[in-house]
């Protein structure tokens, strides 16, 4: 081989190598996203009965009638309030749990670890199941319906407040506060201008992380829920007589809207990171 050719060679497997993992990362990204360009395509899909599942023709009329289906509508309702209420819970009180264990020492702090990561661990099925034995056993005190839905989706959320608060927590200066109550600041008001301010990110991101798990839930859901439904429940009742495109339009909807949350969010760190600079 001459010399021009074994530098052709090591030069296309130079370049071989600086893209693989970039390649990789491409077709990673690709298998990920498909279902969801799939479920966004068919949701301009015209079929001539209830069942979405080959490709008729383009209309606009699924997402100009989108409620048009009985009970979707309400469903959507259902889940949007329960999720709003259920992350709002549960991200005051995973990061007040993180604060905890960041920053105190006490007797089974190890324990309240173990508690917080139990719920992430244990599959949904036995989740849903342990949940509905408690209800029924607190007959007199829990009824089947909306409050235990809320219930369960607040208690399982928790567990990733506390994660993502922690992971914030873990790399936070806690020179801040000191400077802070140096310069006259109390407790309450170095928590409110200095500590809260640098954990809104976490805070943030765990709010976000609980909302998307508690209106995505069918599992826990349709053990606790009774005779409510949720957006799930529906979509789960509506496959298996026919999925209508209206079902489609949420989905895109709903994954439009968050990818919308992030690139908001990412624009804002982005400026701050420049004008911190």
């Given at each position: ?35 969801i ?83 992430m ?83 943030l ?27 799930p ?30 690139a ?7 400026r701050?990171?420049?004008g911190?600079?």
């Open positions: 081989m001459s010399a021009s050719a074994r530098a052709s060679s090591r030069r296309r497997l130079a370049f071989v190598r600086r893209h693989l993992l970039t390649a990789y990362a491409m077709l990673a990204f690709a298998y990920l996203l498909l279902p360009a799939v479920v966004i395509a068919f949701s301009f899909n015209d079929p001539p009965g209830k069942f979405n599942y080959t490709w008729e023709g383009f209309t606009l009329d699924n997402w100009r009638n989108w409620d048009a289906v009985p009970g979707l509508r309400d469903a959507i309702v259902l889940s949007i309030q329960i999720a709003v209420i259920a992350s709002l819970a549960a991200t005051a009180l995973g990061t007040l749990i993180a604060l905890a264990i960041v920053r105190h020492r006490y007797r089974g702090r190890g324990v309240t670890n173990l508690l917080v990561f139990l719920p661990a244990t599959p949904e099925i036995v989740l849903g199941a342990s949940l509905l034995s408690l209800f029924l056993t607190a007959s007199g005190v829990f009824t089947l319906g909306p409050w235990t839905i809320l219930i369960a989706h607040a208690m399982f959320c928790i567990s990733y407040v506390v994660v993502t608060a922690k992971a914030r927590l873990i790399g936070f200066d806690r020179h801040l506060e000191e400077a802070a109550m140096d310069l006259g600041a109390n407790e309450l008001v170095t928590f409110a201008r200095v500590t809260l301010p640098l954990l809104a990110p976490a805070i991101s765990g709010f976000l992380l609980s909302f998307a798990l508690s209106v995505d839930d069918f599992v826990i859901t349709n053990f606790v829920a009774g005779d409510e439904i949720t957006f429940v529906f979509v789960w009742g509506a496959a298996r007589v026919g999925a209508p495109p209206q079902v489609n339009v949420i989905g895109s909807v709903i994954f439009l809207a968050a990818v919308a949350v992030m908001v969010n990412a624009l804002v760190q982005i701050r990171s420049k911190a600079q």
